[in-house]
T-cell receptor, first 113, second 116 residues
Framework: DAKTTQPPSMDCAEGRAANLPCNHS???????VYWYRQIHSQGPQYIIH???NNETNEMASLIITEDRKSSTLILPHATLRDTAVYYC??????????????FGAGTQVVVTP | GAGVSQSPRYKVAKRGQDVALRCDPI?????LFWYQQALGQGPEFLTY????????KSGLPSDRFFAERPEGSVSTLKIQRTQQEDSAVYLC??????????????FGPGTRLTVL
């Protein structure tokens, strides 16, 4: 699976949009981009995923560049409960990957009042 | 609704003891994953089950680690002769489908293992 690169940390003001970047320049054609987050002392939580089209759900939006080498997760109106470590993961399905997720260090997002 | 549950939530073991960590996945979920998360790091894959079959155990760090899912539902991760470097949070995740990456994984709260 392709390696991803994220900034180690970022701050965001409550009520503002949070834009979390991720680089995945070696992503292959059958790999999806996944975002999970992990609130302190909890297990990771799925946020969103996409292949090449932009995606939106009730939690966030995912913008993937046309060349698929980078993406941005957008939390439209950050709240204090969005403080967490956010993981960007490139993962595909092959007979030897089984959908396992390779987490990096992620981005620690702190939402401040 | 019922999510993935793990027990115990906290386990303290003396070095050399054997431990068993339990995972109850969401009912009907085919896939089950175990991950290990050291302090300050992201989770790392340990092993994968599709129903009762262990299809990937490439992430198990040594032969002291053993996992099973005999009836395709509850899974147990066993660590024999625990060492201090085994101290970590052990996370279990399940997904509905048969291992395809586009299946959302649902994680349990984890078991925090401390080896003294």
């Amino acid at each position: 699976d392709a390696k991803t690169t994220q900034p180690p940390s970022m701050d965001c003001a409550e009520g503002r949009a949070a834009n979390l970047p991720c680089n995945h320049s070696t992503i292959s054609g059958n790999e999806y981009v996944y975002w999970y987050r992990q609130i302190h002392s909890q297990g990771p939580q799925y946020i969103i995923h996409g292949l090449k089209n932009n995606e939106t759900n009730e939690m966030a939006s995912l913008i993937i560049t046309e060349d698929r080498k980078s993406s941005t997760l957008i939390l439209p109106h950050a709240t204090l409960r969005d403080t967490a470590v956010y993981y960007c993961i490139a993962a595909g399905y092959t007979t030897d990957s089984w959908g396992k997720l390779q987490f990096g260090a992620g981005t620690q997002v702190v939402v401040t009042p | 609704g019922a999510g993935v549950s793990q027990s115990p939530r906290y386990k303290v073991a003396k070095r050399g003891q054997d431990v068993a960590l339990r995972c109850d996945p969401i009912s009907g979920h085919v896939s089950l994953f175990w991950y290990q998360q050291a302090l300050g790091q992201g989770p790392e894959f340990l092993t994968y089950f599709q129903n009762e079959a262990q299809l990937d155990k490439s992430g198990l760090p040594s032969d002291r680690f053993f996992a099973e899912r005999p009836e395709g539902s509850v899974s147990t991760l066993k660590i024999q002769r625990t060492q201090q470097e085994d101290s970590a949070v052990y996370l279990c995740a399940s997904s509905l489908g048969g291992g395809a990456a586009y299946n959302e994984q649902f994680f349990g709260p984890g078991t925090r293992l401390t080896v003294l």
